[in-house]
DNA sequence: TCTCTATATGCTCAATCTGAGCATAACGAT
DNA sequence: ATCGTTATGCTCAGATTGAGCATATAGAGA
């Protein structure tokens, strides 16, 4: 019972990046493997590699993708299986710059529709789904406040970082298949709503990372990540609108931008728009340390 | 060399507490063993253990301390020992209310005296660390932005979150002991600037921990964590002061508070100052989703 | 060429927030 | 009663924010 547990350690890699090519809007995409029921991941090596050494050989072993920056998200144990084993598995998220491979990769909002709060859509996909969590609330007081923070309920405002928050109110209130047994006879009520699910905790580690990119993209200069060296404020604006899942107000949002002098103007256009050419921006690395970004929000609808 | 590794697992706590009662001015504490030079650890347990339930269970066993709410900080690996044995160590931190035990723990700017801002002595402590890093940086361009931006030089604010940057700093430049081998010949230049050293990666655990605990208490609550269920408004600046490590404007730091209705009041006051007596407050768990506490600071003496 | 549409970009204005400091209130000590 | 000390209320200018109007510059079509 006291002895020590010696366990399996994997690593788990959330390769996020901007699709800009296909679409007209950009979608926020991330590597997978398989179906795109999981993501790449192996476990820890012997030799002398260390964790960020292992992680990056599995993700070229297993996608052919070369990882960039690393950033820890969470470490996970498993239970026990009957021999006695267990897995830690510890999950990276890294940044991928545009590229036209993303076309091949998995679209995030799949995997959670209402957390893409663009446009109407994400209303029509959260509705039925708060309406199931508000009798799941019931009575309990705790469950009541923990809703309302989450989904921005009963004067509450919608915070784009409680992606993890929500997903797991999701998960206690048996919605999730990921969360066991739960009758099929719910599901035409939901249909499309409840998003993709992935194996083991697969899709919790994608919350988690898509949690911890909004948070960062606020304060630190990490969109500029996902973009190529020249891009216009259009184009960062919608990086960012793609990554906290909701419109931005495009003049705030420049005014925002250049008075940090966030981004450095070059003499070149880009001609492929249908008006007037904008004009194209570099980032400026020398002023970058209090960088702020959010803030020239578009109010959102209220949930009914 | 491509075999899979079992690795020992093991689990770390950081517990902060404020000492508000030794002194006048509250102090930063932590929980330390030996002779506060780690921090209660042990390995994952066999059974059904979590990894929460065996952090509790070490904690308990080495200090006697029962763990509240934690959250996990990092997760290191070890390089492998000659048997090809290697440790994964998963940190965490936790929050204790504060009480008359913490007098007993470790004062956590023993081990980063350049962190507290709070006095001038700060300044004292840094200066001479400065001069030092500006030797180390010499031409290198990408080593001055870093030290620019960490040590709030060349126009740069000082930024209360980077505690893990400026220890990775003082570590690269040769400046602290547990880098390895480091002549003694420079210490008597740096006495008492360089803190207290810790085994293993400890001290890094704790910047760690620093820089987490004071990104958190601006966005969330998490301030009211360490404090009694009755207090001033004094009292709680002067515990934003101790975690953040500077100095808050009085006045600024009320409203602040009050237009987020965070606290409310009561109708007792504190009797045992030496002016008007302050009214005691609690807080007010409704109004603290959108929870901002910082921001009413005081201007910093620049660095030279 | 002229017009229309679409996008980029500049500018204003009110409401709010922030940093700083002055003024008053309420206690104990002398 | 007076003074030192801390709590608390209030003002004011400057900066920031949310919202919207106005103008500039492109391609497409009449």
New interface residues.
Partial sequence: ?????????ELVAVVLGLDTIAAKEPQLCVLTTGEGDGFPSG??????A??QRSLRHWVENLTGFRLGHTE?L??F?D??DDF?NRA?R?SYMALARSSAEMASWQSVYAYFPWEDRRSDDAQAFLIPLVRHMKSWVADNERRL?RCS?AFGLDG??W?DELVLDRYELLWEAGLLPEAGSREESEAPLFTGCLGRAMKHDHRRILATALSRIRAKIRYTPAVFDFLPEYFTLLQLQQAMETLAGRRMHKQNFRRLVQHQSLVEETDLFDPSGQGRPARLYRFC??SS??CYLAGAKLPLPPLV
Same sequence: chains 1, 2.
């Fill in positions: 019972m006291n002895e020590t547990a010696h366990c399996r350690t476990p820890l090596q012997a030799g002398q260390s964790l820890q969470y470490t144990a239970a026990e006695g830690v510890i406040t923070v509450h405002e915070n690395e020398a340390q209090n």
